[in-house]
């Protein structure tokens, strides 16, 4: 199974958070499936980290390295493909990775209940 993490899916399993389901975690722990973190994920909590929402580790980004995740980049073409979401959600980030996952064929593991109005393959976070 080929699966793409929500931003907030990707901080509680960096967080070992609790409020991950049963599900996800035996999903993204799974070796033989392939998960994705979206670059779009990634400027997300950088922004948040910034502004001050959220605290992050000063080692983030070597933490997400040593993830057994694939990071799957933004192109022209998944950018494209927002246009053509009907404006169900407005969050830019959700936006882009429900276009990526579209485009992709990936399951997005998220406990956001927009994702699912957009006709994609949703795993409950």
Known sequence: ??????????????????????EACNIISDGKNVVFISAASIWEIRIKESIGKIDIPVNF?????KQ???VLSITS????????????????FDRMLIAQGKIEKLAIITRDNFFSEYNINVIKA
Not at 61 to 65: Q, S
């Open 77 to 92: 073409e998944h950018a494209h493909a927002v246009k053509e979401l009907p404006l169900i959600h407005r969050d830019p």
């Open 68 to 70: 057994p995740f694939e």
């Open 1 to 22: 199974m080929n699966v793409l993490l929500d931003t907030h899916t990707l901080l509680w399993w960096l967080d070992d958070n609790p409020t991950l389901s049963r």
């Open 61 to 65: 980004k070597e933490i997400l390295e």
